[in-house]
C-alpha cells in the first residue's frame, strides 16, 4: 500500500484503515502539543514565582519602618511564612509579609502585579487568619495590605474599597497609598 507525504494511506476512495491511520496521527500530534502546552505553563508558572520573589524583596525591607512611620509601632515582621493548624489541613495559608505588635497583625500579600482576583483570595486569607487566632485566643486587630509593582486603578480602588492599605513601588522603594476616606477592614 503506496502513503502519502503526510503517512496516510493513498488510493481512491476512504476506507476505514484510511480514516484510523488520520485518526490516529491526529491524536499523536494533540498529544504532543499537549505536553508543550503543559511544559510553557511550568515555565510561566516558575516566571511569574520569580517576579513574586522580586516583588517581596523590593517590598519587605522598608514596610515595617513605612507603617511605623505611620504610628503602629510593629515590632515584628516576618517573611514567607506558611501557617497550618495542627489536624486541620483546611486551615493552611501562606502569608508573604506579615507585621506584628501588640494590638495589630497587617498580613501583606505581594504580586508583580496585583488583580482582582489576588484581592478575593487575600480577603480568604485573612478570613483564615482570623479563624486561627480566634482558636487561639488571640485578640488582636487582623488587618490586611496588596502590595505591587503595578497597580491598575480600577484595582486599587478595589483593593481600598476591601478595607486593604495598598503598597506601591515608587522608584527604589515603596509607598503606603492611603485615600482620605479610607477606613482599614479589621477582622
Known amino acids: 500500500m503506496q ?15 484510511k480514516v484510523w491511520a488520520m485518526f490516529q496521527e491526529t491524536d499523536r500530534k494533540f498529544q504532543e502539543t499537549r505536553e508543550q502546552m503543559k511544559e510553557t505553563d511550568r515555565r510561566i508558572g516558575k516566571l511569574g514565582n520569580r517576579f513574586g520573589e522580586l516583588a517581596e524583596h523590593l517590598v519587605s525591607p522598608g514596610i515595617m519602618d513605612k507603617f511605623n512611620s505611620l504610628g503602629f509601632n510593629f515590632s515584628e515582621q516576618s517573611l514567607g511564612l506558611k501557617i497550618k ?3 486541620n489541613p483546611d486551615a493552611c495559608t501562606e502569608v508573604d509579609v506579615l507585621l506584628e505588635n501588640g494590638d495589630i497583625v497587617i498580613a501583606v500579600e505581594v504580586k508583580a502585579k496585583p488583580n482582582q482576583e489576588d484581592i478575593s483570595d487575600h480577603i480568604e486569607r485573612m478570613e483564615i487568619l482570623r479563624q486561627r487566632a480566634n482558636r487561639r485566643n488571640d485578640i488582636r486587630k487582623y488587618q490586611g495590605a496588596i502590595a505591587g509593582a503595578i497597580f491598575d486603578e480600577s484595582v486599587r480602588k478595589y483593593a481600598h474599597k476591601t478595607g486593604f492599605y495598598v503598597i506601591e513601588q515608587t522608584g527604589d522603594t515603596v509607598r503606603i497609598n492611603i485615600p482620605k476616606d479610607f477606613t482599614p477592614r479589621v477582622w
Request: glycine fraction near 16%.
Open 3 to 17: 502513503t502519502s507525504e503526510n503517512n496516510y494511506p493513498s488510493g481512491e476512495g476512504l476506507t476505514f484503515e
Open 85 to 87: 493548624d495542627p489536624g
